[in-house]
C-alpha cells in the first residue's frame, strides 16, 4: 500500500508540468484511440487539450515524502455538475499495485461510491473502470462551461 512508501501526495507545482506533459503524451499515444493519427498531429493538437485541462483542473501529484522533486504519479481531475471527472491518471509502472492511484483519489475528496467519469480511454481504463466505478465520458474534456467552482 502507499502508506508503506513513504510518499506526499501534494498539489502540483511548476517544477512537474513537463513531466506531466510528456508522461501523458506518451503513454497517451499508446492507445487505441490515437491510432491513425500521424504523431505531428497528435503531439500538437493533443498538448494543446492537455494545456487547456491543466489550466481549469486541480492536478495532485504523489513524490517522495524527502524530496518533493521524485514524482510517483499524479491524477488531473475536475467535478463537473457534481461529479467527480478524471482526465488524466498516471503512476510509474515501477509503483503501481501500491495503493498510490486510490492515496491521490482520496485526497482529491472522490467518493468511490459514486460514479465518476473519466474523459481519456486506455488500455489499463478498460479493464478497471468496473473496479474504479467510473464510465468513459470523452466529450467532457470540451465542457469547461459546466465545472463546478
Not at 511548476?14 to 506533459?21: A, G, Y
Not at 494545456?51 to 475536475?78: M, N, P, Q
Request: hydrophobic share 40%; net charge negative; glycine share 4%.
Amino acid at each position: 500500500m502507499a502508506n508503506k512508501l513513504p510518499i506526499d501526495i501534494r498539489d502540483m507545482i511548476e517544477s512537474d508540468v513537463s513531466f506531466i506533459f510528456n508522461t501523458w503524451l506518451k503513454s497517451y499515444r499508446k492507445s487505441r484511440i490515437t491510432e491513425g493519427i500521424e504523431n505531428p498531429i497528435y503531439f500538437s493538437e493533443h498538448h494543446k487539450i492537455i494545456e487547456e485541462l491543466l489550466k481549469r483542473c486541480d492536478v495532485v501529484v504523489a513524490s517522495a515524502s524527502d524530496d518533493s522533486s521524485i514524482i510517483y504519479g499524479y491524477l488531473v481531475f475536475e467535478k463537473i455538475e457534481g461529479q467527480f471527472v478524471v482526465h488524466w491518471a498516471y503512476v510509474k509502472n515501477d509503483f503501481r499495485e501500491l495503493g498510490i492511484f486510490n492515496a491521490m483519489q482520496e485526497v482529491a475528496g472522490r467518493d468511490k461510491e459514486i460514479l465518476g467519469c473519466y474523459t481519456h480511454r486506455t488500455f489499463i481504463c478498460e479493464k478497471l473502470e468496473q473496479k474504479l466505478n467510473l464510465i468513459y465520458h470523452p466529450y467532457l474534456v470540451y465542457r469547461k462551461d459546466l465545472r463546478n467552482e
